[in-house]
């Protein structure tokens, strides 16, 4: 397998550098800063349903637990982009020994586009930008292979413990999430913001001691 290339460890190096950084920049945990004037403010806001998905989906884990899904992205992106580049080296091989013993349609198709796949996948993973679409394409991907090798060679574990490494770590990230450090997480801050400054979100809060934060409809229109 090819051993992965300067500018892909600098392109690595450099997303993290600056997911971190955006993120830090941002200052607190909290999403946003202060409300900005009605007259920056936006005609559109996301349907609270969503904006609360997004929140516990890119915001969820704390900056320790996103330091290590930053961590895990880095290490499946910057290895499984090599599986794509060399099914891409020979995707006439890559059909011959994969695609057709699974009797999948159009194996030349197929083997090209598994190998785009893990290579765009990879990326999306390593810059945390549209995470779930990369995430969901290397599970794919190691889906069928491991369904290939549990085909030809059973429960070997010697030639499946890569391929259920690479599997779990995309599933985890599909599931879990990029964390907070990533494009991701930058791009839902600043729809979030203007969420929050807007319509149904924009509502006070009444709080007192011991009980949870309920939003309430204002009396004042």
């Not at 998905?53 to 915001?59: E, H, K, P, S, V």
């Not at 995707?91 to 013993?101: K, R």
Request: glycine share 10%; hydrophobic share 50%; charged share 10%.
């Amino acid at each position: 397998m090819a051993t992965p290339l300067p500018l892909e460890v600098v392109a690595g190096i450099c997303a993290a550098t600056l997911t971190v950084a955006m993120l830090r920049s941002g200052g607190d945990s909290r999403l946003g800063p202060a409300a900005p004037s009605q007259a920056e403010t936006p005609p559109w806001r996301l349907p609270r349903s969503i904006a609360d998905g997004l929140r516990a989906y890119l915001f969820g884990p704390g900056q320790a637990q996103s330091l290590g899904l930053l961590v895990l992205r880095l290490a499946i992106g910057m290895m499984m982009i090599h599986h794509g580049q060399d099914k891409l080296a020979d995707p006439q091989g890559f059909a011959n020994n994969y695609v057709i013993p699974l009797h999948l349609p159009f194996p030349l198709l197929m083997a090209h586009a598994a190998g785009y796949a893990e290579i765009f996948g990879s990326w999306l993973l390593i810059f945390g930008l549209l995470t779930p679409l990369g995430a969901l394409a290397l599970t794919g991907t190691m889906a069928v292979a491991a369904y290939h090798h549990i085909l030809t060679s059973g429960l070997n574990i010697y030639v499946l413990e890569l391929v259920v490494l690479y599997l779990g770590g995309s599933l985890a990230l599909l599931l879990l999430g990029p964390g907070r450090f990533s494009f991701d997480a930058g791009i839902a801050k600043e729809l979030l913001d203007n969420s929050t400054n807007n319509g149904d979100l924009d509502r006070p809060i009444i709080q007192q001691p011991g009980l949870v934060a309920i939003p309430v409809e204002s009396t004042s229109r």
